[in-house]
């Protein structure tokens, strides 16, 4: 994830290649002109530096540069006061982007310091939403953040769906995909909330109304995600208390 966050910032032109460093265990495939290493260089103090590790390896990290720059976090779990403990008098920025970032289509979630410079930095990225409260914040990483991996379950299953009703698999991917993707653009852009665009597909007695009544019988699609993000959302606390051990 921070690689695609950083391609994008480069893409952009938010971040110039050659002002980053990236430290990692070994050497990685990165954009032209990104320096890379095993420790942190010996250089003026940075804007900002981000981690982009999993929990468990906070302790892994050898001691920060000195000078006072905000970190940005998008570990998963880690709050803030952990973070703020483990790195004392630095600025705790949390993030949580999800995969399309690396499109400029993304979300970021955010909470913390809102210090100088970071909206400008999360821009390119997609939607920026900040949430006051920590535990919204990570519900709300839940939906957006995991949200991906659950669309393309749904694309794989319309498809699958799709090939029931005699098309080729690659047909009905192919479909399920543009149908997928048009569909969220135009959501994105219209003057009414999805479920009224829903209605507004389906006419009465017609075939779309007939698909729509399977999925809103006994509301089980709502239940569905409903049992899919409290088992994602259970997971990320787990995380969070394991990060604070």
């Known amino acids: 994830m921070a690689g695609a966050m950083l391609r994008r910032w480069i893409e952009s032109g938010a971040v110039a290649a050659e002002d980053v460093f990236v430290v990692n265990r070994h050497d990685r495939e990165l954009p032209a002109g990104v320096r890379q290493g095993r420790a942190f260089p010996d250089e003026p103090a940075p804007d900002f530096l981000q981690l982009g590790i999993k929990p468990y390896q906070l302790d892994e990290i050898d001691p920060l540069p000195t000078g006072d720059y905000p970190l940005l976090s998008i570990l998963a779990g880690a709050d803030a006061a952990t973070l703020a403990a483990r790195f004392p008098g630095h600025a705790i920025v949390r993030a949580m982007p999800n995969l399309p970032v690396a499109l400029g289509k993304g979300v970021v979630a955010m909470h913390g310091r809102r210090v100088p410079g970071i909206d400008a930095l999360m821009a390119p990225l997609g939607l920026v939403e900040w949430f006051d409260d920590e535990g ?19 694309i794989d299953a319309l498809a699958e769906a799709g090939t029931a009703l005699g098309l080729t698999p690659d047909q009905a991917q192919r479909l399920a995909i543009a149908t997928v993707e048009g569909a969220g653009l135009l959501a994105a852009q219209a003057d009414a909330p999805p479920s009224v665009l829903a209605d507004r597909v389906a006419s009465p007695g017609g075939s779309t109304r007939q698909g729509l009544n399977v999925l809103d019988q006994d509301a089980a699609l709502a239940a569905l995600l409903r049992d899919t993000l409290a088992a994602s959302a259970r997971r990320t606390a787990e995380m969070a208390a394991e990060a604070r051990r």
């Open 136 to 154: 919204l914040f990570d519900r709300g990483s839940v939906l957006s953040g995991c949200g991906p991996a659950f669309v393309y379950r749904f």
